[in-house]
């Protein structure tokens, strides 16, 4: 009897996996990576440089080529660049698709937003220098920009911060519901095309792609991240970034 009530919770333990499994929803990935290396103080692509043996874009691209729930990755590069990523990414090429960078960021995902399957009802927006994501947690975006329409990935506010007038302190602003915003940044596939479609009519430029959802009067929830999930911009995170690879190769 007792064999039969455990057969039983087993097998529904069992359906419940499954049925965790086929919820989970396929993506499809726009990387901008078509800026500069000058807040690096570089003359060439910051996301050229190397992170113990590989690249920056390479670790950044391979998170997503390994996740078997992304069904494209489109990467946005200047076009003088096209030849370095086809040698980085010699093995892989079918599984990448390019399109031109533009002169903004904004103007890369926008790019990249043609090159988007028609099918697709999910999109992850993550930037090129951002190599330290992880699958947990893009499924977890995925999930819930399919319920709530758009979502990103951020992490609370450390520091106190202020307000200035010039270098004189006018206020100090409550932590409590300040986060730094990080990528990716998921949204059901209209609801980008949406906001993007406004930015060109209007002009408007935002620094991420929430920025234009919010404008378009569309709300976008937090779904808390961690740390880790560095942008790689100065010299100093390259010294940060060393950190994490080498605590996670111990
Ligand atoms: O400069 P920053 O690191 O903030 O840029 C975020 C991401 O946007 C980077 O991966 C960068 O390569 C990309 N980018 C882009 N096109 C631009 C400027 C930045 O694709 N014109």
New binding site residues.
Partial sequence: MSSRILHGSCARLFYYYLMKIGEKMHYEVI??????GK?MGEIF?K?FIDLDGKTIIQRTVEVFLSDPYCRKVIL?IKPEEKCICDRIFADKKSKITYVN?????Q??VRNGLEAVSKDTKIILVH???RPFINHNQIQELVECARKMGSTVLAVRVKDTIKKTDGLTITETVERDNLWSIQTPQAFRTEVLKQAHSWADETGYLGTDDSSLVEKIGLSVSVTEGNYENI?I?TKEDILFAEAILKKRSN
Wanted: proline share 5%.
């Fill in positions: 990387i901008p990576a078509a800026g500069s807040r692509n996301l946005a960078g533009g002169s903004e960021r103007y890369s930037d090129g220098a942008k911009t």
